[in-house]
């Protein structure tokens, strides 16, 4: 985070998981290093929040 801020890079976004993915997952962990922080940020933040 510190890294971003030193370079002016702004907060890391990373895309909410889709349907599709969500159940996929349900049958195999996912190959994702960042799925366990999409999923969470997604549970936090839902799209009809965010003004998707």
């Known amino acids: ?5 030193a ?7 990373l895309p909410a998981p ?5 159940v996929a997952a349900m049958v195999s962990a996912p190959d994702d290093p960042w799925w ?7 549970k936090l933040h839902p799209a009809k929040d965010r003004g998707v």
Do not use: Y
């Not at 985070?1 to 801020?5: D, H, S, T």
């Not at 370079?7 to 976004?13: A, E, F, I, R, S």
């Open 18 to 22: 889709t349907r599709r993915e969500l």
């Open 7 to 13: 370079q002016d890079l702004g907060p890391l976004v």
């Open 36 to 42: 366990e922080a999409r999923v969470l940020h997604a």
């Open 1 to 5: 985070m510190q890294a971003r801020a």
